[in-house]
């Protein structure tokens, strides 16, 4: 699975997200599904303007996880 | 799309009616029917068989009618690809299905004609069960739509 770190790196930078939400232009509702791993795709608009933001990398933010077997 | 919805629900309450009037015509209706020869039941198993499988496929075509009804109400609505949809077209389908297998049992012990309909309404609930792959298709495809930030 693809782990979203987006909250993590809030933390870091120091930004809420209301505050992320209005930069990117994304509705609270999405960004929380974001950083809620709920989402289930992700436009490279939105990816750009959150590495933007947040002056971060693409991996920074997304991180693959194995599922685990059984 | 609205204008196709209204004359469908008009056609609905169209049938329901007719069904209600051939309800209410039963016995006369299978009076007809018998002069006609039978296969496996004769005399009055045969009357009642066809009476009371009658009223049976009735009711299956009043719960079809209704359950299309709610369908047609959510699709005025503006909520076309939910999954109430989807369980509403499964229902239609075995609704048409239990109409279908009825009508079978009719045509082989009382009345030939009825295999024709049998015929029709399996094909009926195949068709609907194609409709009810492609919405379920298109709610997962709407689902992945909407969690897409």
Redesign the interface.
Same mark, same amino acid.
């Given at each position: 699975m693809i782990r979203v770190n987006l909250d993590v790196v809030m933390a870091k930078k120091h930004i809420g997200a209301k505050e992320l939400a209005e930069r990117i232009d994304?509705t609270p509702a999405?960004?929380s $599904?974001?950083k809620n791993n =709920?989402?289930?795709? $992700? =436009?490279f608009t939105?990816l750009e303007a959150l590495c933007r933001e947040l002056d971060c990398q693409p991996g920074d933010i997304l991180e693959y996880v194995p599922e685990e077997e059984g | 799309m609205k204008n196709n919805i209204r004359i469908t629900k008009a056609a609905i309450w169209v049938l329901a009616a007719v069904c209600g009037v051939l309800c209410l015509l039963g016995p006369k209706l299978v009076n007809y029917v018998v002069q006609r020869p039978g296969i496996v039941f004769q005399g009055a198993l045969r009357w009642w068989t066809i009476l009371l499988a009658g009223y049976a496929l009735a009711l299956a075509a009043f719960l079809c009618l209704h359950s299309l009804y709610v369908l047609l109400n959510r699709l005025e609505r503006g909520k076309v690809f939910v999954r109430e949809n989807v369980r509403s077209l499964r229902t239609v389908e075995k609704e048409i299905a239990l109409a279908g297998a009825g009508s079978l049992f009719l045509g082989i012990t009382c009345l030939l004609l009825m295999l024709a309909v049998a015929a029709v309404a399996l094909f009926a609930a195949l068709v609907v069960r194609v409709v009810r792959s492609a919405f379920e298709e298109a709610v997962r495809m709407q689902?992945?739509l909407d969690?897409?930030?």
């Open positions: 994304l999405n960004l $599904i974001l =709920r989402a289930k795709a $992700i =436009r939105t | 689902d992945e969690y897409t930030v």
